[in-house]
Structure formats: structure tokens, C-alpha cells
């Protein structure tokens, strides 16, 4: 059952009127024949009045199909996943806002999340411009807790902790929602997750912090504004003026106490905000998680050899100094030592944890602490810390996917990520530039090299990524100015006008040249993808590029993808490294998906199919769980793939673990 309501944030109302007018006879003198012609002709009149009006308000009403709208014409704006009046069951809703700048109707909207629930808007349902609408499971107000609701749905949930909510239509993710139990997302119970109404834009949403909790009471006393205005989230104050607002400075009162503020031991006073009071020494089981920091690895030395030189890094971020006896060091597979005898760390000091603790045999290396049957892997490994309570840190490095993968230097953290969530993403990791003992790489004991450059121009990117950091218009990501000779975007060249279209290219100019249909570290609704080459001969954009199989999937690429000629460029069904299995997608797909067993993928245009692969459930191709089927290079053309025999399963590992090489020169079939 549908119902529909116009809600405008800016409290606009609108005033629909309609007027028919019937002619009265009252006071006419006319005789009745005369009577009888006036009022028909008036009669006749009116009737025509009234198609001019119903064609007008037809054209006014509904401006855009749900098809033509694009990413960002629609926000989702308020989210009520965990109502307290009534059950989750009945009274979960949430609303959505229409920035697309005309009338839309909302038939065929899909809505889903990442675990395979969705549901599709089966009738019309129009939106005018700002307007709101407002989708719940259940339309019935005594039941869903007082909402007045435009569309109810069936077979989709609102998960309380962590879920999603995505918007598409056949061109790709209109919007999309993802929040976190309560990590940068409010977690409220009996109120909606509420965005700020200064922020209603469908990348600012993506933001936790831009959502509050909500505080108007609505129905059966939940609080929520659904169907109308948000209410506007506290902008948080700094009472004490030390730089630190309310909701992260644990006295707002004192300038003394804010985060990283300098402890005094046992005064009974936090006042780092780290939850505890500085004492002037503590042993490893005082120590929560945090409270030590994985600086420094070299797995991979090249001055000695691994069994005596590899050795790790160790930071004190207590705030006090900590005997490390008893701290337990492993991996996720066998490896592991605990700290026999007493190991003191002063606060903010560094400890070196080593295979060998003779500085002529190790590479030169001060080894504060000697471990035996414990090794570093110089692919992907882990390395975890931990108490009898829990994890303190752990790293877990990838082979090169996002860590740095050196050979005689060590993985170094820049020392402006020091924290133990920040050293979980490889993006904050270098390989080290100094210089210790016999000749290798690293700080050992010491502060970190710094892995990012600074920002000259104040562009926004440092120097070692910004490619010209005296000039404000130049930096990554920039928009190119073609044939000019300048590299604005720091791609390595400049744009050319002559960058071909989808519809420039022929049969054979794409080339499918990996596939991984069934990973084994993601499920397959995060981990899907698949590879493409270009053979054009030219930078093509793929924007318009039709992708399908010979059932019902189809999705066609929307947005420009420039493919350098000679590169590849991987699509997948999730481009966020941290949940896909860390593949390095290049374009996120919607409504397609990789049969495990046999299945197709079809490139095309407006002139014809440019390339395609059908597998076979093992037939010819392989048929791999955890690894891609991977096109020999010697094999790479749009005839040579339609042979199995050319395909193998991938050898190189990436990522989380998977095998693949997306976006690289695929590994040689044997």
C-alpha cells in the first residue's frame, strides 16, 4: 500500500486548487430555449477549460523517471533502524530527499544493502523538487509508531548495529548510506539517525559525524522529523578555548585537559581524556587496548638474512612506564613468544623486539628484546600484541596491495599516524629512507621517517604525492586542460582532446582479462571483479559502456573512466579496500553479479558486442574459490579469451589474502 505527502525543508506549503465551474441560471429572464443553448455552449466551454487544465498539471507533476536521475539527485536524509515505541519490526522507517530540481517519480527506484536484501518501488511515486518521502515497513500509524509514510516495503531491514542503505537505478548508486554501530555514526535507540539539515548532500551524508541523533518526539513518542524538517544537530563548543570541543575534551572547563594533554602521574585526574589516571609505572595487564603502537617492521632485511634480522617496533602510548613482561606476541597462524623477564618502557619511548640480539650479526640493530620461533613473512603476515585481556594492536601487512612491500628497509608508520587505529591502514606506511648499522633502511628505536611531504601551495596535497607543489591548480585529481603540455592531475601526462568514447571503440579494442567469480577471504557480494584491458590503441572513457550477461544482469558504467591505452582497469562490485578484500576497484558496479559456476561477461556499445567470456563450471576454464581465473599474457586478445585453455587460476596473492593480480600484468599460465 502506498501513500504520498509533500514535505519541503524549507516549510514551503503547497496549496492545490481546483475550481469547476457550473454556469447557474439563477436570475436569467432568457425563455428556456434560449436557457437551454446559452447553457450548453457554456457547458461546452468549461469542458474544454478542464482538458487544457489536466494536460498542464500532467506536464508540471512528474518532470524525471526514476532512470533519469544521476548520483546525488537523491539524499538519504533520516534513518529510524532501532524504534523503541513500537517493535523494529513495524516501525522501521526512513526518508529520503529530492535534490534533483524537478518533480521525480520513484517507480523502479531499487533500494538494497550489501548482504543481498533489497526491494524495488513497484508504483508510482512522485516527489516534487526538495521534496520529502518518506518509506517504512509498515503504513499502518497505531502499529509503526505514529509515521505517516509514502511507501511501504516488504523483505527489507534496518540493521541496529551496522547496515546500509543504497539507492540505484539501472545506471548505477544514486546514494548511499553505510552506518557503524556508533564508530563515527550516531547509535541511538528510540530516536532516528538524523542529518543535519546543512548537510543534505549525498557525499556529506557519507559522513558519520554529519548526523546527529534526533530530538523532536513524533506519534507514539519515538524522536524523529519524519516527512519534514531534520532537527539541527549541536555544534559542539570549546568552553575552555585549548582547541578541543565539548564532544571529545573530557573537561570543557579546564585548558589543562584535553586529548594528548600532558598526564601527571597518580593525581587522580585524566588528563589526556584517555579514560584513566597516569600512574608512575604499570605492568602489561594494566595496559588497554591502544596503549602500545606497531611503529616499525622490516620483515624483508637485505644487509643479513631473515632468520637473524628481521625485528619490529614497539611505541609506549600509556602514559606511563610499563614493564612488558608477560606481553604476548603472535600471529594469526602458529608464530608466537611471550616476554620473559622484566622489559621497562618509558612513556613515549620505543622498544626493539629482534630475532637476534647481537648487533654484529643483525644488520647493526640495538635489540632491546631477543625472541625465538617467531617469524616475519615478506609477503602477508601479522603481528599482534596482546594481554591476558585482549589485543592492545595488531597489524596485518598485504603483500604490497596497500603496505609498502620493501626489501632492506623496513615498513615505517609516519610518525603522524602514531595510534593504534591509524597503523591498521597501509596508506599511512612508507618504506624507511635512513640509514642504520650495516647499510639498511630504517630508525630502530628511534622516531620514524616521515612519509608524507609538506603542502606548499596549499592545494590540499603534500609534495610527495603533488606533482607540482607550487601551483595551486596542479595536484591529483585535478581537472586536465587538454593538449596545454601541463599534467594538472599528476597522472604522468597530459589530457589529450583525441581520448576516445565507448562508442569510438570496436570489436576487439576491449579485452576481459581476469575474473574472480567466487573470492574466498570476502563474500561474493563484497569480493566480485573483474579486469579489462585496453587494446584500443588510444585513452578511452568507458562512460557509457554496457555490461551484461545472457540472463537479466546489466549495468552500464556511469561517469567517466579514462583507461590509459595499454592499462587496465578493474570493475567490482565494491570499491572499499577495508571490506572487498582489498582489490584496488576502479569502478563499482551495481545489479550484475559473477556466477560461481558458469555465467558471462559481455562489453558493448551502441554499435555491438566489443568483447565477451562465457565460463564453464571447469568444462575448459578453471573454476577457482579464493583465487581469479587469469588470462595467460601471452593469450591477451579479445579471440584468445573465448578459449579456456589460454585461462589458469592466479598464483599472486592480494589484498586479504586472495589470489589475483587486478590491475597488473596477470601471473604466466603454466
Same mark, same amino acid.
Given at each position: 500500500?502506498?501513500?504520498?505527502?509533500? @514535505?519541503?525543508?524549507?516549510?514551503?506549503?503547497?496549496?492545490?486548487?481546483?475550481?469547476?465551474?457550473?454556469? %447557474?441560471?439563477?436570475?436569467?429572464?432568457?425563455?428556456? =430555449?434560449?436557457?437551454?443553448?446559452?447553457?450548453?455552449?457554456?457547458?461546452?466551454?468549461?469542458?474544454?477549460?478542464?482538458?487544457?487544465?489536466?494536460?498542464?498539471?500532467?506536464?508540471?507533476?512528474?518532470?524525471? &523517471?526514476?532512470?533519469?536521475?544521476?548520483?546525488?539527485?537523491?539524499?538519504?536524509? *533520516?534513518?529510524?533502524?532501532?524504534?523503541?515505541?513500537?517493535?523494529?519490526?513495524?516501525?522501521?522507517?526512513?526518508?529520503?530527499?529530492?535534490?534533483?530540481?524537478?518533480?521525480?517519480?520513484?517507480?523502479?527506484?531499487?533500494? $538494497?544493502?550489501? /548482504?543481498?536484501?533489497?526491494?524495488?518501488?513497484?508504483?508510482?511515486?512522485?516527489?516534487?523538487?526538495?521534496?520529502?518521502?518518506?518509506?517504512?515497513?509498515?503504513?499502518?500509524?497505531?502499529?509503526?509508531?505514529?509515521?505517516?509514510?509514502?511507501?511501504?516495503?516488504?523483505?527489507?531491514?534496518?540493521?541496529?548495529?551496522?547496515?546500509?542503505?543504497?539507492? &540505484?537505478?539501472?545506471?548505477?548508486?544514486?546514494?548511499?548510506?553505510?552506518?557503524?554501530?556508533?564508530?563515527?555514526?550516531?547509535?541511538?535507540?528510540?530516536? $532516528?539517525?538524523?542529518?543535519?539539515?546543512?548537510?543534505?548532500?549525498?557525499?556529506?551524508?557519507?559522513?558519520?559525524?554529519?548526523?546527529?541523533?534526533?530530538?523532536?518526539?513524533?506519534?507514539?513518542?519515538?524522536?524523529?522529523?519524519?516527512?519534514?524538517?531534520?532537527?539541527?544537530?549541536?555544534?559542539? %563548543?570549546?568552553?575552555?578555548?585549548?582547541?578541543?570541543?565539548?564532544?571529545?575534551?573530557?573537561?570543557?572547563?579546564?585548558?589543562?585537559?584535553?586529548?594528548?594533554?600532558?598526564?601527571?602521574?597518580?593525581?587522580?585526574?585524566?588528563?589526556?581524556?584517555?579514560?584513566?589516571?597516569?600512574?608512575?609505572?604499570?605492568?602489561? #595487564?594494566?595496559?588497554?587496548?591502544?596503549?602500545?603502537?606497531?611503529?616499525?617492521?622490516?620483515?624483508?632485511?637485505?644487509?643479513?638474512?631473515?632468520?637473524?634480522? =628481521?625485528?619490529?617496533?614497539?611505541?609506549?602510548? %600509556?602514559?606511563?612506564?610499563?614493564?612488558? =613482561?608477560?606481553?604476548?606476541?603472535?600471529?594469526?597462524?602458529?608464530? @608466537?613468544?611471550?616476554?620473559?623477564?622484566?622489559?621497562?618502557?618509558?612513556?613515549?619511548?620505543?622498544?626493539?623486539?629482534?630475532? *637476534?640480539?647481537?648487533?654484529?650479526?643483525?644488520?647493526?640493530?640495538?635489540?632491546?628484546?631477543?625472541?625465538?620461533?617467531? &617469524?616475519?613473512?615478506?609477503?602477508?603476515?601479522?603481528?599482534?600484541?596482546?594481554?591476558?585481556?585482549?589485543?592492545?594492536?595488531?597489524?596485518?601487512?598485504?603483500?604490497?596491495?596497500?603496505?609498502?612491500?620493501?626489501?632492506?628497509?623496513?615498513?615505517?608508520?609516519?610518525?603522524?599516524?602514531?595510534? @593504534?587505529?591509524?597503523?591498521?591502514?597501509?596508506?599511512?606506511?612508507?618504506?624507511?629512507?635512513?640509514?642504520?648499522?650495516?647499510?639498511?633502511?630504517?630508525?630502530?628505536?628511534?622516531?620514524?621517517?616521515?612519509?608524507?611531504?609538506?603542502? =606548499?601551495?596549499?592545494?590540499?596535497?603534500?609534495?610527495? +604525492?603533488?606533482?607540482?607543489?607550487?601551483?595551486?591548480?596542479?595536484?591529483?585529481?585535478?581537472?586536465?586542460?587538454?593538449?596545454?603540455?601541463?599534467?594538472?592531475?599528476?597522472?604522468?601526462?597530459?589530457?589529450?582532446?583525441?581520448? @576516445?568514447?565507448?562508442?569510438?571503440?570496436?570489436?576487439?579494442?576491449?579485452?576481459?582479462? #581476469?575474473?574472480?567469480?567466487?573470492?574466498?577471504?570476502?563474500?561474493?557480494?563484497?569480493?566480485?571483479?573483474?579486469?579489462?584491458?585496453?587494446?584500443?590503441?588510444?585513452?578511452?572513457?568507458?562512460?557509457?559502456?554496457?555490461?551484461?550477461?545472457?540472463?537479466?544482469?546489466?549495468?552500464?558504467?556511469?561517469?567517466?573512466?579514462?583507461?590509459?591505452?595499454?592499462?587496465?582497469?578493474?570493475?567490482?562490485? #565494491?570499491?572499499?579496500?577495508?571490506?572487498?578484500?582489498?582489490?584496488?576497484?576502479?569502478?563499482?558496479?551495481? /545489479?550484475?553479479?559473477?556466477?560461481? $559456476?558458469?555465467?558471462?561477461?559481455?562489453?558493448?556499445?551502441?554499435?555491438?558486442?566489443?568483447?565477451? +567470456?562465457?565460463?564453464?563450471?571447469?568444462?575448459?576454464?578453471?573454476?577457482?574459490?579464493?583465487? $581469479?581465473?587469469?588470462?595467460?599474457?601471452?593469450?591477451?586478445?579479445?579471440?584468445?579469451?573465448?578459449?579456456?585453455?589460454?585461462?589458469?587460476?592466479?598464483?599472486?596473492?592480494?589484498?586479504?589474502?586472495?589470489?589475483?593480480?587486478?590491475?597488473?600484468?596477470?601471473?604466466?599460465?603454466?
Amino acid at each position: 500500500m502506498t501513500a504520498f505527502r509533500l @514535505a519541503f525543508p524549507t516549510f514551503l506549503m503547497l496549496t492545490l486548487g481546483t475550481a469547476c465551474g457550473v454556469p %447557474s441560471d439563477t436570475g436569467e429572464t432568457d425563455s428556456p =430555449e434560449g436557457d437551454t443553448d446559452s447553457d450548453t455552449d457554456a457547458d461546452t466551454d468549461t469542458d474544454t477549460d478542464t482538458d487544457s487544465d489536466t494536460d498542464a498539471d500532467t506536464d508540471a507533476d512528474v518532470d524525471l &523517471s526514476v532512470d533519469d536521475l544521476v548520483a546525488g539527485d537523491l539524499v538519504i536524509t *533520516e534513518i529510524m533502524q532501532n524504534p523503541d515505541a513500537v517493535s523494529d519490526t513495524t516501525g522501521e522507517w526512513f526518508e529520503v530527499a529530492n535534490a534533483a530540481g524537478a518533480p521525480v517519480d520513484l517507480d523502479g527506484l531499487v533500494v $538494497s544493502d550489501l /548482504d543481498g536484501a533489497s526491494f524495488i518501488v513497484g508504483s508510482a511515486l512522485v516527489v516534487p523538487a526538495d521534496g520529502l518521502v518518506v518509506f517504512a515497513v509498515s503504513d499502518d500509524p497505531k502499529a509503526n509508531g505514529g509515521v505517516t509514510v509514502d511507501y511501504t516495503y516488504a523483505g527489507f531491514a534496518l540493521g541496529n548495529s551496522s547496515d546500509e542503505i543504497i539507492l &540505484s537505478n539501472a545506471s548505477g548508486t544514486l546514494d548511499s548510506v553505510a552506518w557503524d554501530d556508533g564508530g563515527a555514526f550516531p547509535d541511538p535507540v528510540g530516536a $532516528s539517525m538524523s542529518l543535519d539539515p546543512s548537510k543534505w548532500d549525498a557525499k556529506l551524508n557519507d559522513d558519520g559525524t554529519r548526523w546527529c541523533e534526533a530530538t523532536t518526539p513524533f506519534g507514539l513518542g519515538d524522536l524523529g522529523t519524519p516527512g519534514s524538517a531534520n532537527d539541527v544537530c549541536p555544534d559542539p %563548543s570549546d568552553l575552555d578555548g585549548d582547541g578541543y570541543t565539548s564532544d571529545v575534551d573530557c573537561d570543557d572547563t579546564d585548558p589543562s585537559i584535553h586529548p594528548g594533554a600532558k598526564e601527571i602521574p597518580d593525581d587522580g585526574i585524566d588528563q589526556d581524556c584517555d579514560g584513566r589516571d597516569a600512574t608512575t609505572g604499570g605492568t602489561v #595487564e594494566d595496559l588497554v587496548a591502544g596503549d602500545l603502537v606497531i611503529t616499525e617492521i622490516i620483515q624483508n632485511p637485505s644487509a643479513v638474512l631473515d632468520d637473524v634480522g =628481521e625485528w619490529f617496533e614497539v611505541y609506549n602510548a %600509556s602514559g606511563f612506564d610499563v614493564d612488558l =613482561e608477560g606481553l604476548q606476541v603472535y600471529d594469526l597462524d602458529t608464530d @608466537a613468544f611471550t616476554v620473559s623477564g622484566s622489559l621497562v618502557v618509558a612513556d613515549g619511548a620505543f622498544a626493539v623486539f629482534g630475532i *637476534e640480539g647481537d648487533s654484529k650479526l643483525n644488520g647493526g640493530v640495538s635489540v632491546d628484546y631477543d625472541y625465538d620461533a617467531f &617469524s616475519l613473512a615478506n609477503g602477508a603476515d601479522e603481528l599482534v600484541l596482546a594481554n591476558g585481556t585482549g589485543v592492545l594492536d595488531e597489524v596485518d601487512w598485504d603483500d604490497g596491495a596497500t603496505f609498502p612491500d620493501p626489501t632492506g628497509a623496513s615498513m615505517t608508520l609516519d610518525p603522524g599516524f602514531l595510534d @593504534a587505529v591509524s597503523n591498521d591502514d597501509g596508506t599511512h606506511w612508507c618504506e624507511a629512507t635512513s640509514t642504520f648499522g650495516d647499510g639498511d633502511l630504517g630508525t630502530p628505536g628511534a622516531v620514524n621517517d616521515t612519509c608524507f611531504g609538506t603542502d =606548499e601551495d596549499g592545494d590540499g596535497y603534500t609534495s610527495d +604525492v603533488d606533482c607540482d607543489d607550487t601551483d595551486p591548480t596542479i595536484y591529483p585529481g585535478a581537472e586536465e586542460i587538454p593538449d596545454d603540455g601541463i599534467d594538472q592531475d599528476c597522472d604522468g601526462s597530459d589530457a589529450s582532446s583525441t581520448t @576516445a568514447t565507448v562508442d569510438d571503440l570496436v570489436a576487439g579494442d576491449l579485452v576481459i582479462s #581476469e575474473i574472480i567469480q567466487n573470492p574466498g577471504a570476502v563474500g561474493d557480494t563484497y569480493g566480485e571483479w573483474f579486469e579489462v584491458y585496453n587494446a584500443s590503441g588510444l585513452d578511452v572513457d568507458l562512460n557509457g559502456l554496457a555490461i551484461s550477461d545472457l540472463g537479466s544482469d546489466a549495468h552500464a558504467v556511469a561517469g567517466s573512466v579514462v583507461v590509459a591505452a595499454g592499462a587496465y582497469v578493474v570493475l567490482g562490485i #565494491e570499491d572499499d579496500l577495508t571490506v572487498n578484500g582489498g582489490a584496488p576497484v576502479d569502478y563499482e558496479y551495481a /545489479d550484475f553479479y559473477l556466477g560461481n $559456476s558458469d555465467d558471462e561477461v559481455v562489453l558493448s556499445n551502441t554499435a555491438g558486442v566489443i568483447d565477451s +567470456v562465457a565460463w564453464d563450471d571447469g568444462a575448459t576454464f578453471p573454476d577457482p574459490s579464493g583465487a $581469479s581465473m587469469t588470462l595467460d599474457p601471452a593469450a591477451l586478445d579479445a579471440d584468445s579469451n573465448d578459449e579456456g585453455a589460454n585461462w589458469c587460476e592466479a598464483t599472486s596473492t592480494f589484498g586479504d589474502g586472495d589470489l589475483g593480480t587486478p590491475g597488473g600484468v596477470n601471473d604466466d599460465c603454466p
